[in-house]
Antibody, heavy 117, light 110 residues
Framework: EVQLVQSGGGLVQPGGSLRLSCAAS????????MHWVRQVPGKGPVWVSR????????DHADSVKGRFSTSRDNAKNMLYLQMNSLKVEDTAIYYC??????????WGQGTLVTVSS | QSVLTQPPSASGTPGQRVTISCSGS????????VNWYQQVPGKAPRLLIY???RRPSGVPDRFSGSKSGTSASLDIYGLQSEDEADYYC???????????FGSGTALIVV
């Protein structure tokens, strides 16, 4: 069964850092563009970033540009989101997504990031 | 405020056809395809329609997408109680260089 298993969420103070991980199983992550999407509970989803198959093309939403970094390790079949200078408004459930808006779209279980003092 | 505008809510009775609209601009829907997600509480969004009118494997053909100019629509035929959920449109925005979601529509099956 195709799975994206996420880890790394939790509580962090404003200005702090956190790294989210997304482990893929039963498929080869290097065959897909991978994305991060976040959602404040009770609100709509918001696209955060994407990375192409070889990791050379990366795009981030303006709201996180310069603070968040997206990377992948194809050898480990992993996707990462490094989040620095975190703000209260970054509090959300973060999802890693395979082939976002594509025929093989598949979402991880989500991980909650809470930024609070 | 979302870049793509949807009605906050829609409703229908079982068996009916319901249409959910999504209004954008020339930098998103007007130049690129539209996609639609369904989300029930506590779950991750589920892709219903991609590239404006294509369905991923497993999505019933009761769901249909279309677009005209800078607007798009999701049609749900033969409404079922299990269709009660939130629906979001999504498109690439060339001006923002990123994907943008619609404001979301809560579908109620009465």
């Amino acid at each position: 069964e195709v799975q994206l298993v996420q880890s790394g969420g939790g509580l962090v103070q404003p200005g702090g850092s956190l790294r989210l991980s997304c482990a893929a199983s039963e498929f080869i992550v290097s065959n897909y563009w991978m994305h991060w999407v976040r959602q404040v509970p009770g609100k709509g989803p918001v696209w955060v970033s994407r990375i192409n198959k070889d990791g050379r093309r990366i795009d981030h939403a303006d709201s996180v540009k310069g603070r968040f970094s997206t990377s992948r390790d194809n050898a480990k079949n992993m996707l990462y989101l490094q989040m620095n200078s975190l703000k209260v408004e970054d509090t959300a459930i973060y999802y890693c997504v395979r082939d976002f808006v594509g025929a093989e779209d598949h979402w991880g279980q989500g991980t909650l990031v809470t930024v609070s003092s | 405020q979302s870049v793509l505008t949807q009605p906050p809510s829609a409703s229908g009775t079982p068996g009916q056809r319901v249409t959910i609209s999504c209004s954008g601009s020339s930098s998103n829907i007007g130049r690129d395809s539209v996609n639609w997600y369904q989300q029930v509480p506590g779950k991750a969004p589920r892709l219903l329609i991609y590239t404006t009118n294509r369905r991923p494997s497993g999505v019933p053909d009761r769901f249909s997408g279309s677009k005209s100019g800078t607007s798009a629509s999701l049609d749900i035929y033969g409404l079922q109680s299990e269709d009660e959920a939130d629906y979001y449109c999504v498109a690439w925005d060339a001006g923002l260089n990123g994907y943008v979601f619609g404001s979301g529509t809560a579908l109620i099956v009465v």
